[in-house]
């Protein structure tokens, strides 16, 4: 964030290119089964964490620090976005996650900040 900025303009310019990017996904699923992290739980695939971002940035659905406990629970291995690549789309999943991952701790330390 740059020191000349409105941090809640940054934030929402975080927010917007996390959701833009989320929408290049063709919700094929591949990567589910291949997530080291899946255990049977859709939210454990990089198919499932980009569905949890989406709903809670659009709808405003689970709290920040369920969604922190689902996203930093991937073990961002990279093995979806390679089958990504494989499948030539241009979709991204372990850097939105990370991304999202910088957004949550932007928030928190925003709200600190904020006496909030």
Same mark, same amino acid.
């Given at each position: 964030?740059? %020191? @000349?900025? $409105? %941090?809640? #303009? $940054?934030?929402?310019? +975080?927010? !917007?290119?996390?959701?833009?990017?989320?929408? !290049?996904?063709?919700?094929?699923? +591949? =990567?589910?089964? +291949? =997530? %080291? !992290? @899946?255990?049977?739980?859709?939210?454990?695939? #990089?198919?499932?964490?980009? *569905?949890?971002?989406?709903? @809670?940035?659009?709808?405003?659905?689970?709290?920040?620090?369920?969604?922190?406990?689902?996203?930093?629970?991937? *073990?961002?291995?990279?093995?979806? /976005?390679?089958?990504?690549?494989?499948?030539?789309?241009? *979709?991204?999943?372990? $850097?939105?996650?990370?991304?999202?991952?910088?957004?949550?701790?932007?928030?928190?330390? @925003?709200?600190?900040? /904020?006496?909030?």
């Amino acid at each position: 964030m740059s %020191p @000349h900025n $409105d %941090p809640e #303009a $940054d934030l929402k310019a +975080m927010e !917007t290119e996390i959701l833009n990017a989320i929408q !290049t996904c063709i919700n094929c699923r +591949m =990567c589910v089964r +291949m =997530c %080291p !992290t @899946h255990e049977g739980w859709v939210t454990q695939s #990089a198919f499932g964490r980009l *569905a949890a971002i989406n709903l @809670h940035l659009k709808y405003g659905l689970g709290s920040e620090k369920e969604l922190s406990r689902l996203l930093f629970s991937c *073990a961002n291995c990279r093995r979806c /976005q390679v089958r990504c690549r494989m499948l030539s789309t241009n *979709a991204t999943p372990s $850097d939105v996650i990370i991304k999202t991952r910088q957004l949550l701790a932007r928030k928190a330390l @925003h709200k600190e900040r /904020q006496g909030a």
